[in-house]
Structure formats: structure tokens, C-alpha cells
């Protein structure tokens, strides 16, 4: 594995903050299931371990659907979806790479997703989108 950086960044009124640590070269995944789609979220998975809120607790306002699992957490401010519990791995995070401060971030590679297609592609309910 490539050594961590620590990445920070947030929502846009900069009220929710948060710090990662994962490479400084990223493989994420775009998702095309409706609220990805939806909010232009490009999702970069760590464990629970690797993920930090700096502050902004009390600003997240939650959503659910379907299964219940996924925790959509959105600033109750301006309204931005800076990271959330995914249904792939509800014991850790998915943040949205859009929303990672400029300078550490070397270079991207972008995985599709077929979200659309969640049953047939996780029939287990969970598991690695690559």
C-alpha cells in the first residue's frame, strides 16, 4: 500500500470538517445510482480508523431509504453531503472526493459503479465496489 496523507476538507459553508487518511494517489468510485448521481458524489471508502470529524457534529442532518443502512449526512447549513456511513461498509465512510481540500490530492482514478444495479452486483448486501 502507498503511504497515507492526510487529506482534510468539508462541506461548503466550511461549518462540517473532517480529516482522512488514505494515498496521495486515490482510486474512487463513481456511482450511478440515483442520489449519487444526484449529488455528483465521488466516493473514496476508509475505514473508520482513517476517518476524522474535525468539527460539525451538530451541523448533519441524517437521511435513509430502502434498506436503512446507508446514513446520508448532509450539513444542515448548506445543505453539501461531505462524507457518509455507505451501505457497502456501514463500519466505515465514503467521502466525497469533490469535497477534499485542494494540495494533497496527486492524481485520481475513477472506477465505475453500476449502483442501478445494487442487488445483482452486491447480492450479499456489502462488499468492495472494485
Known amino acids: ?3 497515507l496523507v492526510r ?3 468539508g462541506c461548503h459553508c466550511g461549518r ?3 480529516a482522512v487518511l488514505a494515498p496521495a ?9 440515483s442520489i449519487c448521481s444526484m449529488s455528483g ?6 475505514t473508520a480508523e482513517h476517518f476524522e470529524l474535525l468539527r460539525g457534529a451538530d451541523a448533519l442532518t441524517t437521511y435513509t431509504f430502502n434498506t436503512g443502512t446507508a446514513k446520508h449526512l ?11 456511513i455507505p451501505r457497502s461498509h ?7 472526493v469533490r469535497c477534499i481540500d485542494a494540495g494533497t490530492i496527486e492524481k485520481i482514478k475513477v472506477h465505475p459503479v453500476d ?8 447480492p450479499q448486501g456489502r462488499g468492495d465496489f472494485r
Open 1 to 3: 500500500m502507498s503511504a
Open 7 to 9: 487529506h482534510q476538507g
Open 16 to 18: 462540517v470538517r473532517f
Open 25 to 33: 494517489i486515490l482510486d474512487i468510485e463513481d456511482c450511478n445510482c
Open 41 to 46: 458524489f465521488l466516493h473514496l471508502i476508509v
Open 74 to 84: 448532509f450539513c444542515s447549513t448548506c445543505g453539501s453531503k461531505a462524507y457518509y
Open 90 to 96: 456501514p463500519d466505515g465512510f465514503s467521502v466525497n
Open 115 to 122: 449502483g442501478r444495479q445494487w442487488e445483482k452486483a452486491f
